[in-house]
């Protein structure tokens, strides 16, 4: 596959600035108010929890991508971990601050299926290709 191909062969500070950048994405959609969702959303109906999803199976990706790249050890069990901290942190935030949102076990339940997703994904499809 091309796009797999071409995604692997990226430099390692490309993986960074773009999980970097994902991260700041999942932060403020995590962080604002329900009321600025809501407005972004406007007609657009996706639920929320597939979003959580996504959110941490990219956000797990691309920073195993980096660590790979910079050949950490135990890349895929560091990356997962720090996403999902990542994901409580960001529910204990969402809790304490006053922006109309709050603390839902589901969204980690859901953070987690995505952040699950991708290590399967690592594991038994780009392991393989980037050794």
């Known amino acids: 596959m091309p ?3 071409n995604l692997l062969a990226l430099h390692k500070n490309t993986y960074l600035f773009l999980a970097v950048s994902w991260l700041c994405l999942i932060t403020l ?3 604002v ?3 600025v969702v809501q407005e ?3 007609g657009i109906e996706v639920p929320d929890k597939l979003v959580h999803g996504v959110f941490y199976f990219v956000n797990t990706l691309l920073f195993f991508l980096y660590f ?3 050949q950490i050890k135990n890349a895929i069990v ?3 971990l720090f996403s999902f901290v990542y994901g409580i942190i960001i529910e204990v935030l969402q809790y304490v601050l006053p922006y109309e949102r709050s603390f839902d076990l589901k969204d980690i339940i859901a953070n987690s299926v995505g952040i699950l ?3 399967f994904l690592i594991k038994y499809a780009l392991i393989t290709r980037l050794r």
Do not use: D, F, G
């Open 3 to 5: 796009i797999i191909k």
């Open 29 to 31: 959609a995590s962080l």
């Open 33 to 35: 108010s329900v009321k």
């Open 40 to 42: 972004v959303e406007h």
């Open 68 to 70: 790979n790249k910079s």
């Open 78 to 80: 560091k990356v997962s």
């Open 117 to 119: 997703t991708a290590i």
